[in-house]
């Protein structure tokens, strides 16, 4: 089956410094790729959609100077947390869909961001 | 907007108890797809289903999309340990819209 690996796994940063967070898909070329954001016991909450070589679309209520959204090749996509602090601690998941099936998604498993 | 509801939110059984999750929403959905979820990890597809009416079995599991596509059920057959995790039904073309989920503790 496809894979996305999602790096890092988790991630603790002082308030106030930017977190970079990979999301690679191995064996398939991610036309479009999807982060969110999954606050505990809840369920997962769409931030923005990236296409490859284009800005991504982000959601309404998404600050996209907070988090930098890059999609530079068919297997990458970046998210940067920038200037971060507690309340952007949280638990962040990318997935990544193909062109021949749009409605199918693989996910990342997830990294952990935890601001001091 | 689209919105899915799941019920219960959350539910404690023994093992090897029956369970049913429900999906619902007023929209119209293509598709829709369940996940299991576990602490600290991303989701795992576990059903599509596209038809109206249609059944899938996933060994214990059976998944049913509603005859309108706006509604959609998993039910668990003599639950273990193992099925313990948070449940998400999703629906959408490329772009999913993700159910409240439930959350399933079984119990030896």
């Known amino acids: 089956g496809a894979v996305v690996s999602q790096h890092p796994s988790r991630v603790i940063c002082k308030s106030g410094t930017s977190v970079k967070i990979e999301c690679r898909s191995l064996?398939?070329?991610?036309?479009?790729m999807f982060w969110y954001r999954q606050f505990p016991k809840q369920s997962l909450m769409l931030m923005a959609t990236?296409?490859?070589?284009?800005?991504?679309?982000?959601e309404q209520g998404v600050e996209k100077d907070k988090f930098l959204i890059n999609h530079a090749s068919l297997t990458l996509s970046t998210l940067t947390v920038t200037s971060a602090h507690p309340e952007d601690s949280s638990f962040y998941i990318c997935?990544?869909?193909?062109?021949?099936?749009?409605?199918?998604?693989?996910f990342g498993a997830g990294t952990r961001l935890s601001v001091l | 907007t689209q919105l899915l509801e799941q019920s219960p939110q959350f539910l404690s059984i023994q093992e090897g108890e029956n369970l049913t999750v429900y999906c619902n929403s007023s929209?119209?959905?293509?598709?829709l797809q369940w996940y299991r979820q576990e602490p600290g990890e991303g989701p795992v597809l576990l059903v599509t289903v596209v038809t109206g009416g249609e059944v899938k079995k996933l060994k214990r599991l059976t998944f049913q999309f509603g005859d309108a596509r706006k509604d959609s059920s998993l039910h668990i057959t003599a639950a273990q340990t193992g099925d313990t995790g948070l449940y998400l039904c999703a629906g959408g073309f490329q772009k999913l819209v993700f159910g409240t989920g439930t959350r399933l503790l079984v119990s030896p």
């Open positions: 064996d398939f070329q991610a036309t479009t």
């Open positions: 990236s296409n490859e070589g284009s800005k991504a679309t982000y």
């Open positions: 997935s990544a869909g193909m062109r021949i099936a749009k409605n199918i998604q693989y």
């Open positions: 929209s119209v959905f293509s598709s």
